[in-house]
């Protein structure tokens, strides 16, 4: 928040409060230098929703501690469900990649793109963006990556550890389960309510055995 909007916060709060604002004005000034530092970092529109929110529960003056909070653990929330995914760039390119990854994580504490969550790379555009680039890299992307990236992507991982194995790959043959007939290459499902599937993080042993019997 910029300095000279202190003044319009304060405008704002006096509306609901106007035991915040000062009708002296040296008190005027003094607030407004006390409380432009604390909500430096506060976006205006986010001031205005944190002192709404304020009110709905509690009689007391809102102080500005009181927004600069409510405001930090905000940023804490969305960037704990942030995974910081790579950045879009060569990785051989420093520069643009300290860039890149620095104006994501600003995009995200300020709220003003979604946190990217573990879920996002494990499926849906997101995994299919990424294994197209991979596909494209080649060998290029070494097996440490790999590894390091398995805790968000466990279907993968569980699959490249069967191939590191040598044993027979199950998501290379689709499943012969009635209730769940799986494509070859996707990960096996089982009924939920409706019309919904909830998928299994194995997948089904008829369909491993199959797998076995194919390779065999």
Do not use: F
């Not at 790579?86 to 994580?105: F, I, K, N, S, T």
């Not at 290459?185 to 194919?214: F, I, M, N």
């Amino acid at each position: 928040m910029d300095p000279e909007q202190v003044p319009q916060l304060i405008a704002q709060i006096a509306l609901a409060d106007p035991r915040v604002k000062r009708d002296d004005p040296n008190e005027r000034r003094a607030q407004i230098i006390m409380w432009a530092p604390i909500l430096a970092e506060v976006p205006y529109d986010y001031a205005v929703r944190a002192v709404q929110k304020h009110y709905a529960k509690s009689t007391w003056p809102v102080l500005p501690a009181d927004i600069a909070t409510q405001w930090a653990a905000t940023v804490r929330d969305r960037m704990q469900r942030d995974v910081d995914p790579a950045p879009p760039v060569d990785p051989d390119d420093e520069a643009a990649y300290r860039e890149q990854l620095a104006a994501h994580r600003r995009a995200v504490a300020t709220g003003q793109q979604p946190p990217v969550e573990h879920h996002a790379l494990s499926a849906g555009p997101a995994a299919a963006e990424a294994d197209r680039r991979r596909a494209a890299i080649g060998k290029y992307i070494p097996i440490a990556v790999d590894d390091a990236l398995a805790a968000y992507r466990p279907q993968r991982a569980a699959r490249l550890a069967v191939l590191r194995e040598g044993r027979p790959d199950a998501l290379a043959v689709p499943c012969p389960v009635e209730t769940c007939r799986a494509a070859a290459g996707t990960g096996c499902t089982r009924p939920g309510k409706g019309q919904t599937r909830h998928r299994l993080a194995a997948p089904h042993p008829s369909r491993v055995d199959y797998a076995a019997e194919r390779a065999a």
